[in-house]
C-alpha cells in the first residue's frame, strides 16, 4: 500500500488549502484514513481521521471547524480542506491509512503513512 499526500505550500494567514492523499493497493474502502501534522521541534498532531462512512469524522481541537475530511471511494482519495489557516498550522502534513472498522486519532495504530507534505503558513 502506498500513500501519496500532494496541495501543501506557502499561503497568507486566512487563507484555504486543499491536501489530496492518492491511495494505491489494498482495498481503500477498508481503510480508516487520517492525517496527521508535525511542525518543528514539536509531536506528531492527530488532525483528522475518516472512517469507512463519510460521516465519521473527528478533529483534533486546534483544527476543529475549520478543516474538513473527505474521501472518494471511487478515486482512491482523501482529502483534507483547509481553512482560516493561521501560523500555528505551519507543518509536514502526512496522511495515513489503517486497515480497520475503527476510527482512530493515535498514529501508532496506522499501518501507513505517506511521505509528507510541507504547509506554511506565513503572517
Known amino acids: 500500500v502506498q500513500l501519496q499526500a500532494s496541495g501543501g505550500g506557502l499561503v497568507q494567514a486566512g487563507d484555504s488549502l486543499r491536501l489530496t492523499c492518492v491511495v494505491s493497493g489494498g482495498t481503500f474502502s477498508t481503510y480508516v484514513m487520517g492525517w496527521f501534522r508535525q511542525a518543528p521541534g514539536k509531536e506528531r498532531e492527530f488532525v483528522a481521521g475518516i472512517g469507512w462512512s463519510a460521516g465519521n469524522t473527528e478533529y483534533g481541537d486546534s483544527v476543529k471547524g475549520r478543516f474538513a475530511i473527505a474521501r472518494d471511494n471511487d478515486k482512491n482519495t482523501v482529502y483534507l480542506q483547509m481553512n482560516s489557516l493561521n501560523p500555528e498550522d505551519t507543518a509536514i502534513y502526512y496522511c495515513?491509512?489503517?486497515?480497520?472498522?475503527?476510527?482512530?486519532?493515535?498514529?501508532?495504530?496506522?499501518?501507513?503513512w505517506g511521505q509528507g507534505t510541507l504547509v506554511t503558513v506565513s503572517s
Open positions: 495515513a491509512a489503517v486497515r480497520s472498522r475503527l476510527l482512530t486519532r493515535v498514529g501508532l495504530r496506522y499501518d501507513y
